[in-house]
Structures are given as C-alpha cells and as structure tokens.
C-alpha cells in the first residue's frame, strides 16, 4: 500500500500570511498513463470534505486561486497564498495513482494564531 | 446540483449489521464511479471501498473485505454498502462520494455508524 505522510500535523498562521503543506508518498504518483494522481481535501469543522485540488495541480470549480497546489513523483505541497480566517480546518491529502486502496494523509491542522 | 444523501446509519451491536443507502441527484448517477469513504471519532479519512458505474467492478480496504458489500442500483440512482459482522472499530461517520475521474469531486452529509453493546 501506498503511505501518504503529511507535515506539519498542525500549523498555526497569522492571517494574511501564506501557510504550506507538504505531502510524501512511499512511492511514486506518476501512472503508467503519465498522469499523477495526487489531490487535496479541505474539511471544515463539522463539515463534509470537500476536493481542493486534483492530479497535483488542477483547482475544483470555486475554489478560490490562494489554494495551489504542486510537486512531483513523491513529494507534493499545498500553498495558501494568503491565509483567511474561513480557511480553518483540516487538510488531507490523497492518491488515487495505485489503488486499491486508495490512501490518505494523516491530515494537517490549518489554525488561526 | 449535485446531491448525496446517505441515510441507514445508527446503533449496531458487535457482530451486527446495517445497510446503507445514498441516495444520488443532480447528475447522471450511472456514468459515475462511487466511493464510500469513512472517518472515526476524532479521525482521519480512510476509503472503505469503490464500485465501476455499471455495478460490475468493486473494490475493498483489507479492513471490510469479506464483511462489507458495496452496490448500486442506477434506476433508482442509489449506491449502498451492506455491513456484516460489525465491530467497534467500524465506528465512523460513512460518507457517499463521487468520483469524476478523481475521487472526491462530491461528498454526501454522511451517516454515522456506532458499534457497541
């Protein structure tokens, strides 16, 4: 199985500063079809997840252009470029390249200082 | 919009079952590979299993192979997950999940399961 490891687990930022997430995997993302399947979930609290990101890069409809995302092979990161203060909460990070099963990150905790 | 409503969470004994049901709107269910995807108490998110659009394709975490039965029904545009032998480490919310070519693209409010006597 792949493992995904996340750090920080906790990361408190000020607002209006940038915060970054890293994620590595035990072995490569990239696909035999030449795409890498690496994406980003955000989980308020008391919410549902909901997908950030997709193969590394790609933002979802609506999510604001502070949330990037990057990396390569077996080493990813999430950037906000600018905290907000609705940008609490947890961030996961997934492969979907070597499946099953599919795995997440442990999640990070995004907090406001 | 696209909804998930799963629905048939609740209080199980160990060695239990429970079916759940997800109820898909607001898209073209049949087209779509499913997921079910899990979070215990104060946890993280751990995929329990996927299901191919047309029904045939299933796959399973080592954790509820054998226990755990994912299906669908795309007449009535509803995907479920029979739960058998449960245990106290089955204790999760279960989420319904869309997959869009990735994982994720939609989640559903969640049903929380609780395994205890």
């Known amino acids: 199985d792949v493992v995904m490891t996340q750090s920080p687990l906790s990361l408190p930022v000020t607002l209006g500063q940038p915060a970054s997430i890293s994620c590595r995997s035990s072995q490569s993302l990239v696909h035999r079809n030449g795409n890498t399947y690496l994406i980003w979930f955000q989980q308020k609290p008391g919410q549902s997840p909901r997908r950030l990101i997709y193969k590394v890069s790609t933002r979802d409809s609506g999510v604001p252009d502070r949330f990037s995302g990057s990396g390569s092979g077996t080493d990813f990161t999430l950037k906000i470029s600018s905290v907000e203060a609705e940008d609490v909460g947890v961030y996961y990070c997934m492969q979907s390249t070597h499946w099953p099963p599919y795995t997440f990150g442990q999640g990070t905790k995004l907090e406001i200082k | 919009e696209v909804q998930l409503v799963e629905s048939g969470g609740g209080l199980a004994q160990p060695g239990g079952s429970l079916r759940l049901s997800c109820a898909a709107s607001g898209f073209s269910f049949s087209t779509y590979n499913m997921h079910w995807v899990r979070q215990g108490p104060g946890k993280g998110l751990v995929w329990v299993s996927r299901?191919?659009?047309?029904?045939?394709?299933?796959t399973y975490a080592d954790a509820v192979k054998g226990r755990f039965a994912i299906s669908r029904d795309n007449a009535k545009n509803t995907l479920y997950l029979q739960m058998n032998n449960l245990g106290a480490d089955d204790t999760a919310v279960y989420y319904c999940v869309r997959d869009d070519g990735s994982p994720g693209a939609d989640w559903g409010q969640g049903t929380l399961v609780t395994v205890s006597s």
């Open positions: 299901l191919s659009s047309d029904g045939k394709s299933a």
